[in-house]
Nanobody, 124 residues
Framework: QVQLVESGGGLVRGGGSLRLSCVASGRTFSTYATGWFRQALGKEREFVAAISWSGRSTYYADSVKGRFTISRDNAKNTVYLQMNSLKPEDTAVYYC?????????????????WGQGTQVTVSS
């Protein structure tokens, strides 16, 4: 089992920045690929970014490419999502997910464990 806890969400003005953290406990997190997903009110969950277990490969949704950066520190069992140039349309609950595979995936069905989410609200 892997437990995931997200933090770092909050209210920010458009153009601002936030850094989300996802801390894992349980089994060896460093062998898990990790992804960030988000779900806005009334919308389906969507892929944001993913990183392989080694950190050498990263993937981004087109909507966040160039603005968001995913990274990980396996020594701290933590994955980060740096979000810059935030827009009101980035408002959503952001979820961290772990996949017992070395390859990152943009598909939610690939992930075995999910956190409870952290709210990000971007005002215009």
């Amino acid at each position: 089992q892997v437990q995931l806890v997200e933090s770092g969400g909050g209210l920010v003005r458009g153009g601002g920045s936030l850094r989300l953290s996802c801390v894992a406990s349980g089994r060896t997190f460093s062998t898990y690929a990790t992804g960030w997903f988000r779900q806005a009110l009334g919308k389906e969950r969507e892929f944001v970014a993913a990183i392989s277990w080694s950190g050498r490969s990263t993937y981004y949704a087109d909507s966040v490419k160039g603005r968001f950066t995913i990274s990980r520190d396996n020594a701290k069992n933590t994955v980060y999502l740096q979000m810059n140039s935030l827009k009101p349309e980035d408002t959503a609950v952001y979820y961290c997910a772990a996949d017992n595979d070395d390859m990152a995936s943009p598909y939610g069905s690939s992930y075995d464990y999910w956190g409870q989410g952290t709210q990000v609200t971007v005002s215009s």
